[in-house]
C-alpha cells in the first residue's frame, strides 16, 4: 500500500502577510502625519511666538485704530454729505434767482418775450383816439392781466412808459406811433379777450370815439420790442 505523498513545499505565513500590511500603514500614517504637521506650520501666523499680554495689548491698539479709522470715516461722510446739501441748495438759489432776474426783466421790459394772448388792432379814420384813449386802453389791459405789452411793434409798454399827444400823432415812450395802432399783449388769451369786450370796456370805449376795433386771440405773440430805459438821477439802492 503506496504511503501517502505529503506537500514538502514551504507553506507562506499569515503572520508575515500582516507584518506587511502593518509596515505600508504605518508608511501612510507617518505620512499623513507629516502632511498636517507642514499644513499646520503653513498656517502658523506671525504671532505664534508673542506673548499672551502683548497680544492682549495688540488687539486692544488694533480697536483703538479700527475705531478711530470709523471716526474719521464718519466724519467724511458727513462733510461730504453737507456738501452735496450745500451745492444742491446753492444750485436751488441759483435757479430762482435766474428765474426771478428773468421775470424783472421781462416787466421792465429789458428783453423779448413770447406767450399766447391778444391782438387789438384800433381803426381811427376820424383821428379821434388821443393819446389818454390809448393810456385808458393798456391800463385796462394791465387789469386784465397782461403781462407785456407792445404798440405797432415799437413801443414797449412799461410802467415808466409815458403817453402824448404829438400834432396828429402819438408818442408813446419817445417812440413814434402811427394809425391804425396795433397793441399785442401777453396774457391769458381768453381771459383778455373777455375783458376788452366786456359792455363799458376797452373796444366800447374805443368805438364810441369813432374808432373800429378787432380783437384776435393768438396762441403765440413774439414782442421783440425794448423799453427805453433811463438810468435812475437820484434813487440808489439801500444798502
Known amino acids: 500500500m ?20 502593518l509596515v505600508v500603514a504605518a508608511l501612510i ?12 506650520d503653513d498656517d502658523t501666523d506671525d504671532y505664534s511666538g508673542v506673548r499672551g499680554d502683548d497680544l492682549v495689548e495688540l ?7 479700527n475705531e478711530r479709522l470709523n471716526g474719521q470715516i464718519d466724519d467724511l461722510t458727513d462733510t461730504r ?26 416787466l421792465a421790459g429789458s428783453v423779448g418775450a413770447s406767450g399766447p394772448g391778444i391782438e387789438v388792432v384800433v381803426q381811427d379814420p376820424n383821428q379821434q383816439i388821443d393819446a389818454a384813449a390809448i393810456l385808458d386802453a393798456v ?14 411793434g415799437v413801443a414797449r409798454v412799461v ?7 404829438d400834432a396828429d400823432q402819438i408818442r408813446v415812450g419817445g417812440r413814434e406811433i402811427k394809425r391804425p395802432y396795433r397793441i399785442e399783449v401777453i396774457g391769458d388769451a381768453s381771459g383778455l379777450a373777455e375783458a376788452v369786450r366786456f359792455p363799458g370796456g376797452l373796444v366800447d370805449s374805443l368805438e364810441n370815439r369813432g374808432a373800429s376795433v378787432i380783437v384776435t386771440k393768438k396762441d403765440k405773440i413774439t414782442i421783440t420790442a425794448l423799453a427805453d430805459v433811463k438810468s435812475p438821477e437820484y434813487a440808489r439802492p439801500t444798502s
Open 139 to 152: 391800463e385796462e389791459l394791465r387789469d386784465a392781466g397782461a403781462e407785456v405789452i407792445a404798440i405797432n
Open 81 to 106: 454729505n453737507g456738501l452735496l446739501s450745500s451745492t444742491q441748495r446753492s444750485q436751488k438759489a441759483q435757479k430762482q434767482a435766474k428765474q426771478r432776474a428773468e421775470q424783472l426783466a421781462i
Open 59 to 65: 488687539l486692544k491698539s488694533l480697536d483703538s485704530a
Open 29 to 40: 500614517g507617518g505620512l499623513a502625519f507629516a502632511i498636517t504637521v507642514q499644513v499646520r
Open 2 to 21: 503506496p504511503e501517502p505523498r505529503t506537500d514538502d513545499r514551504p507553506k507562506r505565513s499569515p503572520f508575515k502577510v500582516s507584518v506587511s500590511q
Open 159 to 165: 410802467a415808466q412808459t409815458y403817453f402824448l399827444d
